[in-house]
């Protein structure tokens, strides 16, 4: 495979990240693979923020890309060119990188290439109809900072305009991510195959995988930077507070998992302990909760679904915590959602998509949800389970307050119910879906029946 192609394979599988991240993806955040054949592959970082860069799900690498959709302005193809290019001396950053971490990976291959083509459109593809049912999707393609590409023994960078420092650091994050994918730094708990495919759990394994890359991003700075370089967590904090909607949700992970590993680790040799006995939910990672704890595990939540022939069932996910949290902070500010979404203790996404929109594959993909439709023909009901009554009253409240201060023709589309003294139900569809769907049941035991000839009748 050409240099070109190389570097081609590598931004098309982010393409195909930023296209399913919110998805519930079995491969997502995976590392240390032999070769990238679709997990252990890296997203698009914008060194601004660090949190264009993201977790691990991908194209198979043994695909050539085809150049008509990898449109490159590729300034250099080899690691050696490479130097030339980037106001970075490449070889000692790895040194120093791997030093740190006490690791003898071998340097990646390190390519150049203009990534700004690649980027527009493609934010737009990784937002599901879920998403946009909530007001989740509006972005905004950072197409000046420095940003980058890991996969297993490559790494592409494209240094913008950046200030020297930034390239350095957004270089350092990914060395680190090639270093974890050598040496097989990643979280490996043995769960259930419908919570690892989760949303909830994706994001805990990519808050670990990008958290323990910024965080050693951040220790490199403070030993071979200077005093007044700008941090790349504090970049990203900084980006999280005024980032649209969209764009907060995927850098969460980053915002989070960085405060986590801040929490966690002392020492940048400390690192690999970082990925073991990891959080399993985003409740555990943004509270710091011991995963064996059994106050730390989620409530007990049974959600049987049944639909007749005119809505399918697409969807069954468990959002977690951290889903809920930035869901609120569309309208409401980051204390007040993180109050309201605290009290969570265990949830249900369940999807469904109108017979007619799915006849001819229109809408639907792989059946998790990321459709192509423009969501009309999509039903959800969200049920969450909240430790205490008040708890369910705090979201409850703050549901109904977003959706007060919304604009958005969806949030018509848009309703908040209290099932029983701890469970919440969101119910988002046409009228269509709101007239054909039914909860029944309490608290952690309900079924939800979608039933649409019969109201035609």
């Given amino acids: 495979m050409g240099s070109r192609h190389v570097l081609g394979v ?10 399913g991240c919110t998805a519930p993806v079995a491969d997502s955040a995976s590392a240390g693979l032999e070769e990238p054949t679709g997990e252990g592959v890296e997203g698009v970082e914008t060194g601004a923020d660090a949190a264009d860069d993201d977790g691990d799900s991908g194209d198979d690498g ?7 959709d990898a449109d490159l302005a590729v300034e250099a193809e080899t690691t050696a060119e490479a130097d030339e290019v980037l106001p970075v001396d490449l070889n000692e950053t790895f040194e120093r990188t791997a030093g740190l971490v006490e690791s003898e990976a071998e340097m990646p291959e390190v390519q150049v290439g203009d990534m700004d083509a690649l980027l527009e459109g493609t934010y737009e593809g990784r937002q599901d109809p879920f998403q946009a049912a909530l007001n989740m999707t509006e972005t905004e393609v950072d197409t000046e900072s420095a940003r980058g590409v890991a996969t297993i023994g490559h790494v592409a960078v494209d240094p913008n305009e950046a ?12 060395f680190f991510h090639a270093i974890q994918f050598a040496e097989g730094w990643q979280p490996q708990p043995e769960l259930e195959a419908d919570v690892a495919t989760s949303t909830d759990y994706t994001n805990v394994e990519l808050a670990l995988v990008e958290g323990g890359a910024v965080w050693i991003t951040d220790q490199y700075s403070a030993e071979y930077q200077d005093d007044d370089v700008q941090l790349q967590s504090e970049r990203l904090a900084e980006e999280y507070e005024t980032a649209p909607d969209g764009d907060r949700y995927f850098r969460a992970p980053y915002h989070y998992g960085v405060q986590y590993a801040n929490a966690t680790l002392e020492e940048p040799t400390e690192i690999a302990e970082f990925y073991e006995n990891p959080p399993t939910t985003t409740e555990q990672l943004l509270h710091g909760l011991d995963p064996d704890a059994g106050d730390a595990q989620p409530a007990t939540l049974s959600v049987e679904t049944s639909a007749d022939e005119t809505w399918t069932l697409q969807r069954d996910d468990r959002l977690g915590e951290l889903f809920v949290r930035v869901a609120l902070e569309t309208e409401l500010d980051n204390d007040t959602a993180a109050d309201a979404a605290a009290g969570w203790g265990n949830d249900r996404l369940i999807g469904f998509q109108h017979t007619d929109a799915g006849a001819d594959g229109a809408g639907v993909e792989d059946g998790d949800g990321n459709g192509d439709g423009d969501g009309d023909d999509w039903g ?49 569809g046409p009228d269509e879906f709101h007239e054909a769907v039914s909860v029944t049941g309490s608290e952690a035991d309900l079924e939800v029946t979608v039933d649409g000839v019969a109201n035609e009748t």
Avoid: C, G, K, Y
Wanted: proline share 1%; hydrophobic share 45%.
């Fill in 10 to 19: 590598l931004l098309l599988a982010a393409f195909l990240l930023l296209a």
């Fill in 62 to 68: 043994d695909e050539p890309a085809d150049e008509s």
């Fill in 163 to 174: 200030e020297r420092a930034d390239v350095e650091q957004v270089v350092v994050h990914e």
């Fill in 380 to 428: 959800f009901v969200w049920v969450l389970h909240w430790d205490t009554a008040d708890d369910a009253d705090a979201f409850e409240d703050a549901f109904e307050t977003t959706l007060a201060e919304r604009t958005d023709e969806r949030a018509d589309e848009t309703s908040v119910d209290r099932q029983s003294e701890r469970t919440t139900v969101v119910t988002v």
